[in-house]
């Protein structure tokens, strides 16, 4: 079995402007959302992972279920690569179904 | 690269460094990676690991291509859908005179033989080609037709 070292690559996009990392926040009981600006990517594992600017620092862990907006295309994926959407509505649409989902079914 | 080891079939570790190519066979699970001098090892990678990920990659800086799959649902042949969906391409491996994309978006258990067998959309003259080099399209619209009769011919 192959020895699972990966070569980490700092990856800076030709446009430096078209990706930007969405985080999802609760506030006061409501799914809120903002999008950071993503400056460079990391490749480790053989996934994408963004380098962004704003606040919170999260792990590799952290970012995987979290969306890479295309704002040229308005495309989104997700860093680990399970789910694209072909716009950042739905993206934002879904998630908030699926957080009021949970959220009833724990009351 | 440097110190890269592999357990091969011989049942050794063997230090990748200074590969030359080397060559998947899926359904044996196992690599062939040849050297310089000629010497050809055989590694086991039962999980499908990406041996791949040691090749440098080359940023792309053109912003000119996407990796284009197909995605697609058959359930009769009145009602089959086919769809694209676009990966922007950040960057570029090049193995065995290939160059495989980079792109946002793909799972990270996607593996070499399957990126092969996607294409590569050329956005400023709207042409694709598969990576492997084996198709090429004129447009998307051909793209499309080529992968919808292959769908249409499965479900006859």
């Not at chain 2, 200074?18 to 055989?42: C, H, M």
């Amino acid at each position: 079995m192959l020895n699972q070292e990966t070569k980490t690559k700092i990856i800076i996009p030709a446009e430096p402007d078209r990706y930007e990392l969405i985080n999802d926040i609760e506030v006061n009981g409501e799914l809120q959302f903002s999008a950071h600006p993503i400056i460079a990517f990391e490749l480790s594992d053989q996934l994408l992972y963004p380098i962004y600017v704003g606040q919170g620092a999260f792990s590799h862990e952290d970012l995987l279920l979290k969306a890479i907006h295309d704002t040229k295309t308005d495309s989104c994926y997700t860093v680990d690569g399970l789910n694209s959407v072909t716009n950042l509505a739905t993206f934002k649409a879904d998630l908030t179904e699926s957080y009021e989902l949970d959220k009833n079914w724990s009351k | 690269m440097n110190n890269i080891y592999a357990y091969t079939d011989k049942k050794q570790y063997v230090n990748l460094e200074g590969w030359l190519s080397f060559t998947e066979n899926a359904s044996d699970q196992t690599v062939q990676f040849r050297f310089k001098g000629g010497k050809v090892i055989n590694v086991y990678t039962p999980n499908g690991v990406q041996y791949d990920c040691f090749t440098e990659v080359t940023p792309d800086s053109t912003n000119n291509f996407s990796l284009v799959t197909e995605a697609y649902n058959v359930g009769t042949s009145d009602d089959i859908d086919l769809k694209t969906i676009n990966y922007p391409i950040l960057g570029w491996r090049h193995i065995d005179g290939i160059a495989y994309p980079v792109a946002l978006g793909l799972p990270c258990n996607t593996k070499t033989n399957e990126i092969a067998r996607m294409s590569v959309l050329d956005k400023s003259t709207k042409k694709l080609w598969r990576v492997d080099n084996s198709k090429r399209f004129e447009s998307m619209s051909h793209y499309i037709d080529h992968y919808y009769s292959q769908l249409e011919r499965k479900a006859a």
